[in-house]
T-cell receptor, first 118, second 113 residues
Framework: AQSVTQLDSQVPVFEEAPVELRCNYSSSVSVYLFWYVQYPNQGLQLLLKYLSGSTLVESINGFEAEFNKSQTSFHLRKPSVHISDTAEYFCAVTSPFTYGGSQGNLIFGKGTKLSVKP | DAGVTQSPTHLIKTRGQHVTLRCSPISGHKSVSWYQQVLGQGPQFIFQYYEKEERGRGNFPDRFSARQFPNYSSELNVNALLLGDSALYLC????????????FGEGSRLTVL
């Protein structure tokens, strides 16, 4: 069975400060990892993903995450946050080998609420 | 291009009633997944359908059922509603069943009184 732990339920930071949102996963098989963002009253949007290859993945709006297999982590970082980054962030895991090959089954963490203050 | 659309956006039901939630995937997407998001929690997987066949089922009781139509739209049905079914129900679509990259709708918020 797979699971995801997001260690911080809330992270308050000041604008232009760096931020790290932590995510650890548990899996006995290979994994695909994702970060999704949910703005208030909206659905989830994919922020970035790790499927294979380079362990450092980047989004178009300055976020990056690094897959660390030995530490089973996929922490999300941004060197300088903006007010508009205020949202809830979800880490998710699935496997290329889920039953029937279905990868619509994402296992989500409980989320981290990022609050950026001026 | 239109994203994933869900209806209704909000609804209120009483215990014991039945509810049907609807989802239209992005054009060209053949896979639809349903998730339940209880307040303060991450989304939990309910079902995945691909090419009108069920391809995955989460740990939900038989009161929950779903289907996918020839145009790839989908319905989620919940019978004998309980207070604990109050949640945001999210639909997500993807082109195939193996991409792992999902596009979510804004959800249907169900309140059970």
């Amino acid at each position: 069975a797979q699971s995801v732990t997001q260690l911080d339920s809330q992270v308050p930071v000041f604008e232009e400060a760096p931020v790290e949102l932590r995510c650890n996963y548990s899996s006995s098989v290979s994994v695909y990892l994702f970060w999704y963002v949910q703005y208030p009253n909206q659905g989830l949007q994919l922020l970035l993903k790790y499927l294979s290859g380079s362990t450092l993945v980047e989004s178009i709006n300055g976020f990056e995450a690094e897959f660390n297999k030995s530490q089973t982590s996929f922490h999300l970082r941004k060197p300088s946050v903006h007010i508009s980054d205020t949202a809830e962030y979800f880490c998710a895991v699935t496997s290329p080998f889920t039953y029937g090959g279905s990868q619509g089954n994402l296992i989500f963490g409980k989320g981290t609420k990022l609050s950026v203050k001026p | 291009d239109a994203g994933v659309t869900q209806s209704p956006t909000h609804l209120i039901k009483t215990r014991g009633q039945h509810v049907t939630l609807r989802c239209s995937p992005i054009s060209g997407h053949k896979s639809v997944s349903w998730y339940q998001q209880v307040l303060g929690q991450g989304p939990q997987f309910i079902f995945q359908y691909y090419e009108k066949e069920e391809r995955g089922r989460g740990n939900f009781p038989d009161r929950f059922s779903a289907r996918q139509f020839p145009n790839y739209s989908s319905e989620l049905n919940v019978n004998a509603l309980l207070l604990g079914d109050s949640a945001l129900y999210l639909c997500a679509s993807s082109f195939g069943q193996r991409t792992g990259e999902l596009f979510f709708g804004e959800g249907s918020r169900l309140t059970v009184l």
